[in-house]
């Protein structure tokens, strides 16, 4: 079923997807042959990423720097995207996230969760599907959410408010725009360490999240990516308006934050970034 051709003709853009999960996907978007695209705030990062696919020696892939938060901004990016032929699928995937007590939190901190998980995602949803409906051409768009989106979570409170409101959105647009030949599929990962997340939602908690999980590990981001790929290829043509759970069964068994109920004040100000 994988093959070096799988995503052939295909092209792809991921935005976050110069680190973490959307690199991973990256990945093997252009090992399975698609073509590739990634945004993100910082062009280095974007840029060094890009060098690694190409190292691949399969199709080039482009780097666009693009704050999501800014709609204009979303603008020109997908401008650009479709300068060279328009994109086949859109993987949402950038999104930011904190562990805190809600009562703690600032309007502040609550937009910068919401304005790059929930609003950036819907702009760039809204340009991808009036220009796929403008073109009358077929599309996919994909949402990298998380555990909790559907029935909430403590101390991710704006995350998961976030991740909640883009399974309606797709959900939503499943129905609307199912005739205009545009699917939608979200996919929420479990435990899948990145450097990014790891720092900012394990930091200052004990033990091993492995033991949480049934299956008894993390997952690997191979299995992730590999999940993408099915989604998006012509083989999952007729699913759409689904959310796709990825966590060895974690969600089965725990909400994966009891431990913090037990905090002291110290630890939780610990956790708050340093002015």
């Known amino acids: 079923m994988f093959n070096e051709e799988m995503l052939a003709g295909k092209r792809v853009l991921i935005t976050g997807g110069g680190t973490g999960l959307g690199k991973s996907i990256g990945r093997r978007v252009v090992e399975l042959g698609g073509e590739l695209l990634i945004c993100g705030r910082r062009l280095e990062v974007l840029e060094q990423a890009t060098a690694e696919f190409d190292a691949l020696g399969r199709k080039k892939t482009r780097a666009l720097a693009c704050d999501i938060r800014i709609p204009e901004a979303v603008t020109q990016m997908m401008d650009a995207a479709w300068a060279d032929g328009p994109v086949d699928i859109v993987i949402n995937n950038a999104a930011g996230t904190m562990l805190a007590q809600t009562e703690t939190l600032s309007a502040r901190a609550v937009d910068a969760v ?17 220009r796929w409906i403008a073109a009358e051409r077929p599309g996919t768009l994909m949402y990298t ?26 959900r ?16 929420a990962p479990g435990n899948f360490p990145t450097p990014g997340a790891s720092a900012k939602l394990q930091t200052g908690r004990a033990g091993d999240p492995a033991q949480e999980i049934p299956l008894g590990r993390v997952g690997e981001h191979g299995e992730l990516a590999d999940l993408y790929a099915f ?19 974690k969600g089965l068994r725990t909400n994966g934050v009891d431990d913090l109920f037990q905090w002291s004040p110290q630890q939780w100000d610990a956790l708050r970034p340093k002015k």
């Open 114 to 130: 919401l304005q790059v998980s929930l609003h950036g995602a819907m702009y760039v949803s809204l340009e991808a599907g009036k």
């Open 145 to 170: 959410l998380a555990g909790g989106a559907e029935d909430g979570r403590p101390f991710m409170v704006p995350l998961t408010v976030a991740k909640g409101g883009l399974i309606t959105l797709l």
């Open 172 to 187: 939503s647009l499943a129905v609307e725009w199912g005739r205009k030949k545009i699917r939608t599929v979200g996919v």
């Open 231 to 249: 989604l998006m290829s012509d083989l999952a043509s007729f699913i759409t308006g689904e959310v796709i759970t990825i966590d060895g069964g």
